[in-house]
């Protein structure tokens, strides 16, 4: 039987593509409205108060949405993979319109720069492998035919390593960490990134990427 009162900190708001936490949300809001912020489970949850007026996110009880949901919340805890999850799930909202495209933050001397991806007709993929390196990389973003757009590689216990960086060196990507991407999706923070465009490794005026 399904375990409905299982803690659920976050939710995702299908209509904006916005994590949110319990006390974001209505308690009067329409079913699926809200969506499991579990990649593995993603059923929909509405907003409950408690008895000491407490917000919390529940799933429905409903027997058609059965999943074995403490399985599912174990599974979470595999950090990069729920990272390379959300990714996916941002970006793809984001190419079909359904919620703003994720932000690429740059830290500079000048302060933070914020790039928005702009990627017409573009393909998500996980785990992607270049086969012309014998590369896999966590995250791609690739156009009609397969061609890499932009690479997202996840930093959750190693960075890149130096080797795969000169595998990559044709392409332009960027290095992410796990917990900053779990901790706000819409605004990556870019850790590394490679063969940009001459004119964002400079990251002047220009705000928007490709």
């Given at each position: 039987m ?77 950090t ?7 990714l996916?799930?941002f ?5 079909e319109?359904?919620?703003?495209m ?5 830290e500079?001397?000048d302060?933070?720069q ?6 017409p ?16 990389i ?10 890499p ?9 190693h960075?890149?390593?130096?080797e ?10 960027i290095?992410?960490n796990a ?13 590394k990134?490679?063969?940009f ?11 928007i990427?490709?």
């Open positions: 399904a375990n409905t009162s299982q803690n659920i900190p976050y939710a995702i708001n299908v209509e904006t593509g916005r994590r949110i936490k319990p006390e974001e949300g209505s308690n009067n809001a329409r079913k699926g409205l809200y969506e499991c912020f579990n990649p593995e489970c993603r059923n929909h949850v509405f907003v409950s108060i408690s008895k000491n007026g407490r917000a919390f996110f529940k799933h429905y009880p409903n027997k058609n949405d059965v999943i074995d949901y403490k399985n599912a919340h174990s599974k979470s805890q595999d990069h993979t729920r990272a390379i999850e959300l996916s799930h970006f793809k909202n984001g190419l319109r359904k919620s703003p994720p932000l690429l933050l740059f500079t001397p302060g933070v914020k790039i928005l991806p702009f990627l007709k573009c393909i998500i993929k996980k785990e992607f492998t270049i086969e012309a390196i014998n590369k896999r966590d995250l791609a973003i690739v156009d009609e035919n397969n061609n757009i932009l690479l997202i590689e996840v930093n959750h216990k960075p890149v390593p130096l795969k960086e000169i595998a990559l060196k044709q392409f332009w990507w290095e992410v917990k900053d991407v779990i901790n706000d999706p819409s605004n990556l923070v870019v850790r990134h490679r063969n465009p001459y004119e964002f490794d400079l990251l002047g005026a220009q705000d990427l490709f």
